[in-house]
Structures are given as C-alpha cells and as structure tokens.
C-alpha cells in the first residue's frame, strides 16, 4: 500500500494531532485571526501612554454641567430655608396664654386665628388708601376670630362673628370682640376657652397691612360677590361675579358688613372666602420657583404678624397647611352655629359642635356646619 496520504487536512484519520487552526480549510471560510496577535487599533509601543497624566503630576478637575446644577440646587435650597429664618426676626410676639382656668390638653390642634385692625406695617398714606382711619389707640378691635382645628378627621376652620354674646371674665356678658379691647390676645383666648371648652393651642393675629401685602405679593386673589358691593366705609365697589381682586380690594371686600342685611353674618363668609383664595394661591409651586414672589409673600406676611411667644417655626408651618386643607374639598368651612341673626349661639347645636372638636372627632359634625350659622332648611 502506497504510503502516501491524501492531499489537505486528514491528519485525524490517521491518529495525528488536531489540525493547525491557523490553517486555511479548503471547504470553508478562512479562520478567525489569532488570539496572541496585538489588537489591531492600538498605537505604536511609544505612544501608548502619552495622553495619561504623568507621575506626580495633579489632575486638572473639569467643572461639568452636572455639577453645576448640583451647586445650584443647593443654592436654591438655602434661599428656601434662608428666607423663613428671615421673616421669622419680623414676626411680633405676644403672651396669649392665660395662666390658669384653661382646659385641659386635647387631641389634635386648634389655632385662634384674629384679624384685628392694627395698622401696623401701613405707611399714613397706605391707611387712607385703604380706608382704614389712622390707628385710635389701645388694643383696637377684632374684625376676624376663627378657631382652626387640625387633627384625625377634616380640619375645620370655624368663624365667630365679632358681635356674639358671651360671658367675658371679669366684665360680663358682651360682644366677644371687647374681649381684645378689654384685656388683648390673653383674655380673648380665655373668653374663647370659656365659652367653648376647646383649649387654644396657638395664637394667631394678622392686621390689615398683612392681608393686602400677602394678596398683593401673590398677584391678587378669585372672589366671587353675587351682587354689586358698594360701601364707603370699607372702600368697596366691585361688580357682581367671579374676579381677581387686589389687595387693597380684598381687605375691603373682607371688612364690608353695609351692603348685607345679615351684616356680621354674611361678612364672617366673606373673610373666610379671602383666606381659602390666599391659601390656594399661598400653595401653588409658583410661590415657591418665582424667588421675587417668595420673598414678597414671606416679607407681606411677617411685616403686620403677631403670633403667641409659644408658637414656634413649625407649628405656624402647619397652620398654613392646616388653613389650606380647611379651605379644601374636604375640609369644613362653618360659621359657630346660631339661634339668630341676632348672634346668639344656638344652645344645642353649638355645644354638640364644640365637643367634636374637643374630642378631634370632627369627622361627625356634619349637617352642624353650615356657612352662615343657622340650621340647614
């Protein structure tokens, strides 16, 4: 037999070793290159490392986008917690807590919200603008007394016209807004406490200069009047519908009591309107990513704020949360309930409705609460 061997790669027929790889096969494609041969793409040997920084030299740092943004985002959020911490040096204190008789701790929070007719933060000709009168000494009046009350169930702004009757430690029965003039925020915190039964968390007074400054620093507020106002006394004159009112409109719209027949009763209505606009605007993100409004909002609001010396940073962050969720679709809107328009509170309905919200049980007043006071028909 002839000891030649077939021409091409048939070693494994007769036992050799596998074939080359490297080998071209006559019945298919070529073979993949070898894998200890250099990648192709590389550099030359001396080139290899000329772009890497050499030993011991310092990195250059390139400053990029992404940090940019970084340090502004820091920035914005300093400007955020910066302007607070401003106002709050603005913010006038008062003792408001009576020493002794209060009710006992309860759960949930109620606020005294009082809008009262100081001047304070109006320039002379400001106050004659407005229609205010120049400041007449004293402790002046309270055209505004609402209980805000947060806690499990809805928050429930509550208003008290000026003008009820009830007992006044020390002095009597009479209307509840002497109670200021008589003996200033602590004793109308005790005449509230003692005609209520709800203790008073947190005292808070706002004067005429701060609600057109706030109204003003967030490019105005929705009322909605369902007739033509006209009052000399408060300055008023606005037509009938939904419009934008400004600040000075606002304060005017919420002081006008003339033109109703209900008077207080319907005026109580009104400031309750103004402030659920302020908070729906208060609220909106634009107040917080338009800087120069930021500032105007916090710098309105602290100019012309009094709040107790007990109220701290925190707990006036949740009162405004709190007014907000009042104002809101599911929270309660309701004037403390009357036997009349003569504003005597209905003897039964109105204490069945202070102990809800003693108990934070809010969630049960339901027909209780109407806007005006008196019973549903």
Partial sequence: MSDERP?????????DDEPT?????????????????????????????????????????????????????????????????????????????????????????????VGSD???????????????????????????????????????????PRDSLVDIPGYGRGKINAAYAYGGAKLLVRTIEGNTGIKVDDYIEVGFGGLVKVVDSL???????????????????????????????????????????????????????????IAAEAKSPWTVLNPIRYVRVAKGASGSLTIGDDVSPLALGKFALALSAAMGGKGLSCTVPLQDFAVN?????????????KQDRTDRIGSLCTKDGLPKR
């Fill in 219 to 277: 490019g105005g507020v929705e009322i909605c009047p369902k007739e033509d106002l006209k009052d000399k006394d408060s300055g008023l004159d606005v037509k009938k519908g939904c419009q934008t009112a400004d600040g000075a409109t606002a304060l005017a719209y919420s002081r006008n009591r003339h033109s109703y027949a209900t008077q207080d009763i319907q005026r109580v209505q009104s400031q309750r309107e103004v402030l659920g606009s």
């Fill in 345 to 357: 509170w209905d003897a039964n309905r109105a204490p069945k409705m202070f102990d809800y919200i």
């Fill in 21 to 113: 790889r490297s080998a071209p096969r006559a019945d298919g494609p070529p073979p993949p290159p070898r894998s200890d041969l250099p990648p192709p793409n590389l550099p030359p040997p001396g080139q290899r490392n000329a772009g890497a920084t050499p030993p011991g030299k310092p990195r250059k740092k390139r400053f990029g986008a992404r940090r940019i943004v970084l340090l502004l985002v820091v920035a914005w959020i300093v400007f955020l917690v910066a302007v607070p911490i401003w106002a709050w040096g603005k913010i006038a204190k008062v003792d408001a807590s009576p020493a002794s008789g209060r009710p006992d701790d309860q759960p949930g929070t109620t606020y005294l919200l």
């Fill in 7 to 15: 021409q091409g790669n048939y070693g494994w027929l007769y036992g």
């Fill in 118 to 160: 100081s001047r304070r933060g109006l320039t002379k000709e400001e106050q004659k603008q407005l229609s205010t009168g120049g400041d007449s000494g004293g402790r002046g009046r309270t055209d505004t007394i609402m209980l805000l009350h947060t806690g499990s169930g809805p928050s429930i702004l509550l208003s008290i």
